[in-house]
């Protein structure tokens, strides 16, 4: 769901349900191991600690297609492992795009019944309507944004495969 306001702030946010635990989904987000191996696999790493760095690598297969090595980097704002990482995020990718600064991500995880997880993304992403439209999945050709990376999330998770490869 996508909302804009006359203010020009515009708030993604995503809703997954997921058969796995908290934990199992906090580590899909948090560990390079898990999290370059969904989305568009690149590596994403963390330092756990308020003020602590964000960065995202694009995979080699990326690096060929001729993006740079870092995509995305950022800081950690909040922690509350397993339910709740609230973190900075700007894409290094593109010159307009990072020049539009850093946005706001907010990743909620609420356990649930039968062993089914709800995972919440919200990205706040005020005054940069490219990165929007990027996230959403609106730029042909540059995959699926959000949407794509939260559903591969959620099969690699519950099936062991990713949706693609």
């Known amino acids: 769901m996508t909302t804009m306001t006359d203010t020009g702030v515009t708030t993604q946010v ?15 987000i948090t560990n390079p191991d898990w999290n370059e191996r969904y989305g568009y696999r690149g590596r994403s790493e963390y330092d756990l600690r308020p003020g602590g ?7 080699p297969e990326m690096q060929a297609m001729g993006m740079p090595e870092h995509l995305l980097d950022g800081e950690v704002v909040e922690t509350d492992p397993p339910r709740r990482l609230v973190q900075t995020w700007r894409v290094l990718w593109d010159s307009d795009m990072t020049a539009e600064g850093f946005t706001r991500l907010t990743w909620e995880i609420e356990a649930g019944d039968a062993g089914i997880a709800t995972l919440t993304v919200t990205h706040e992403l005020e005054a940069a309507p490219k990165v929007a439209r990027q996230v959403a999945g609106e730029v042909p050709e540059a995959g699926g944004g959000w949407s794509w990376i939260l559903s591969d999330l959620k099969t ?7 949706l693609a490869g």
């Not at 809703?15 to 899909?28: L, N, Q």
């Not at 690699?156 to 990713?162: K, Q, R, V």
């Open 14 to 28: 995503y809703r997954v349900f997921i058969k796995a635990t908290p934990e199992a989904i906090w580590d899909a």
């Open 53 to 59: 760095a964000f960065r995202a690598d694009a995979s």
């Open 156 to 162: 690699l998770l519950e099936t062991g495969a990713p």
